[in-house]
């Protein structure tokens, strides 16, 4: 055996033969039996931590487990839940028992492909080490064999015994295993670590199998006191922020949803986006007010967002109003909320050019600034977009009086033809005109900074 492999063998031995050190344990036990499952030293695997909530935080107490003392031992730090209720909790995850079953055939192929390569090169180069390849077909039989039933009546059979760990069991009692419990105990070192020769690459589907092996009157017990002075600061809440993390790592993989005032605006963004920045259209994710005849307009999308807010949505979330006077009431107010970390409220940007740009009124056709008033999303679209058949721009014709803002609302003419104009641009993407994309280059910027500036809400 290397260095390497007994000094791991060593710390594992000490994780199983000693109460102290920095080891966190997972067990099962009922009353005042405790069986341990897994004993490592450092922070468990975050899988572990967000299958338990901060309810289940408990003090249960214990024999000391030391012939010469009659203290108890009530742990500091750890989390208990009944074996049906964490069943369901798993369940309710997605780690349920079909799913289970599911990820182990699929990791059993894996790892039998893996195997029958290594077993393949070895026999070609003709191994110095022939005993080394009867090993690696050894355990290619078992995994050939292996199936969940077998591993779970297995384990009960361990259980039973009992033998959890390799570490601590006689030698003569190691032999009187079958191939799948000495591969289980990795009684043969056929790999650097183990969780009980299960195939699966996250240890939540490890924890729904040991549940399979548990009594329903059983307990499962995650103790991380021998930790806590080394990891936890006084106050700290390690299943709430470990759930908290894995939340926002998994974000990053998720779409980012974004939410617009109507259907208008995610023809026009979406079809700039997949145009001007393929490579990042697939991270954005827009509400399509078609397919599912989802209303317009900015009352509805405030309303979206509070409703969102409200059932404690997990993605990235942005809502884009425009930039006139219906759009600032609206998102003003929204702004005023709690809004959870994943959610952002944006406002189309002011435009220099709609500082004097054509409006017609009472008081006939005039130029003035729009910046707040009027500016949808086809202000944005270039001038080529807004520019008509006779050559003028598009004018915004005044509307309602907000009285909120004490400031009227405008919208452009012929908001259609203008879309259409841009939109028949987009498709020949060969000759796009930099110059009339600037504005809309400036709204997408604006998005995919969204969720990377310091302090953006």
């Given at each position: 055996?290397?260095?390497?492999?007994?000094?791991?063998?060593?710390?594992?031995?000490?994780?199983?033969?000693?109460?102290?050190?920095?080891?966190?344990?997972?067990?099962?036990?009922?009353?005042?039996?405790?069986?341990?499952?897994?004993?490592?030293?450092?922070?468990?695997?975050?899988?572990?931590?967000?299958?338990?909530?901060?309810?289940?935080?408990?003090?249960?107490?214990?024999?000391?487990?030391?012939?010469?003392s009659?203290?108890?031992?009530?742990?500091?730090?750890?989390?208990?839940?009944?074996?049906?209720k964490?069943?369901?909790?798993?369940?309710?995850?997605?780690?349920?028992?079909?799913?289970?079953?599911?990820?182990?055939?699929?990791?059993?192929?894996?790892?039998?492909t893996?195997?029958d390569?290594?077993?393949?090169?070895?026999?070609?180069?003709?191994?110095?080490?022939?005993?080394?390849?009867?090993?690696?077909?050894?355990?290619?039989?078992?995994?050939?064999?292996?199936?969940?039933?077998?591993?779970?009546?297995?384990?009960?059979?361990?259980?039973?015994?009992?033998?959890?760990?390799?570490?601590?069991?006689?030698k003569?009692?190691?032999?009187?295993?079958t191939?799948?419990?000495?591969?289980?105990?990795?009684?043969?070192?056929?790999?650097?670590?183990?969780?009980f020769?299960?195939?699966?690459?996250?240890?939540?589907?490890?924890?729904?199998?040991v549940?399979?092996?548990?009594?329903?009157?059983?307990?499962?017990?995650?103790?991380?006191?021998?930790?806590?002075?080394?990891?936890?600061?006084?106050?700290?809440e390690?299943?709430?922020?470990?759930l908290?993390?894995?939340?926002?790592?998994?974000?990053?993989?998720e779409?980012?949803?974004?939410?617009?005032?109507?259907?208008?605006?995610?023809?026009?963004?979406?079809?700039?986006?997949?145009?001007?920045?393929?490579?990042?259209a697939?991270?954005?994710?827009?509400?399509?007010?078609?397919?599912?005849?989802?209303?317009?307009?900015?009352?509805?999308?405030?309303?979206?967002?509070?409703?969102?807010?409200?059932?404690?949505?997990?993605?990235?979330?942005?809502?884009?109003?425009d930039?006139?006077?219906?759009?600032?009431?609206?998102?003003?107010?929204?702004?005023?909320?709690?809004?959870?970390?994943?959610?952002?409220?944006?406002?189309?940007?002011?435009?220099?050019?709609?500082?004097?740009?054509?409006?017609?009124?009472?008081?006939?056709?005039?130029?003035t600034?729009?910046?707040?008033?009027?500016?949808?999303?086809?202000?944005?679209?270039g001038?080529?977009?807004?520019t008509?058949?006779?050559?003028?721009?598009t004018?915004?014709?005044?509307?309602?009086?907000?009285?909120?803002?004490?400031?009227?609302?405008?919208?452009?003419?012929?908001?259609?033809?203008?879309?259409?104009?841009?939109?028949?641009?987009?498709?020949?993407?060969?000759?796009?005109?930099?110059?009339?994309?600037?504005?809309?280059?400036?709204?997408?910027q604006?998005?995919?900074k969204?969720?990377?500036?310091?302090?953006?809400?």
């Open positions: 055996m290397s260095p390497a492999n007994l000094n791991r063998k060593l710390e594992r031995i000490e994780a199983f033969a000693s109460p102290m050190g920095n080891y966190y344990a997972l067990e099962l036990f009922r009353g005042d039996e405790r069986q341990i499952f897994f004993s490592e030293k450092g922070l468990p695997p975050a899988e572990f931590l967000t299958v338990f909530r901060p309810c289940d935080r408990a003090y249960p107490e214990f024999t000391s487990g030391f012939e010469d009659d203290v108890p031992y009530i742990p500091s730090l750890a989390y208990v839940l009944s074996v049906p964490l069943t369901e909790r798993l369940d309710v995850m997605g780690f349920t028992l079909q799913r289970l079953e599911e990820h182990v055939k699929e990791r059993l192929e894996a790892e039998k893996e195997l390569g290594r077993i393949e090169y070895y026999e070609q180069e003709g191994s110095s080490i022939p005993s080394y390849c009867r090993q690696l077909k050894r355990q290619r039989i078992t995994l050939e064999r292996f199936t969940l039933k077998r591993w779970v009546n297995s384990m009960r059979d361990l259980r039973a015994r009992p033998v959890m760990s390799p570490f601590i069991v006689p003569n009692m190691m032999k009187e295993l191939p799948l419990q000495r591969h289980m105990m990795n009684a043969d070192e056929e790999y650097e670590w183990y969780h020769g299960l195939p699966v690459a996250d240890l939540r589907y490890l924890l729904r199998a549940l399979l092996c548990a009594d329903e009157d059983e307990n499962v017990f995650l103790d991380l006191s021998e930790i806590e002075r080394d990891y936890f600061a006084e106050g700290d390690p299943v709430r922020d470990a908290a993390e894995t939340i926002r790592v998994g974000r990053v993989c779409k980012i949803l974004v939410l617009t005032e109507g259907r208008t605006d995610t023809r026009i963004l979406s079809k700039s986006l997949a145009v001007l920045y393929p490579h990042l697939d991270l954005y994710s827009f509400l399509d007010h078609e397919a599912f005849n989802f209303g317009g307009g900015t009352g509805n999308l405030a309303s979206l967002v509070k409703g969102l807010a409200g059932v404690g949505i997990g993605n990235r979330v942005m809502a884009l109003f930039n006139d006077s219906a759009g600032a009431v609206q998102a003003n107010d929204v702004r005023k909320l709690n809004l959870p970390d994943n959610f952002r409220i944006l406002t189309l940007p002011d435009l220099k050019f709609a500082k004097r740009y054509p409006t017609v009124g009472p008081n006939g056709t005039l130029k600034n729009i910046n707040g008033r009027a500016c949808g999303i086809e202000l944005y679209l001038t080529a977009a807004l008509g058949e006779d050559g003028e721009l004018p915004v014709q005044w509307g309602g009086y907000e009285q909120k803002l004490k400031r009227y609302q405008g919208e452009l003419t012929d908001k259609k033809g203008v879309e259409e104009r841009f939109l028949k641009s987009l498709d020949n993407s060969d000759k796009l005109d930099d110059t009339n994309l600037a504005s809309i280059r400036t709204v997408l604006m998005i995919f969204a969720f990377t500036d310091k302090g953006a809400k």
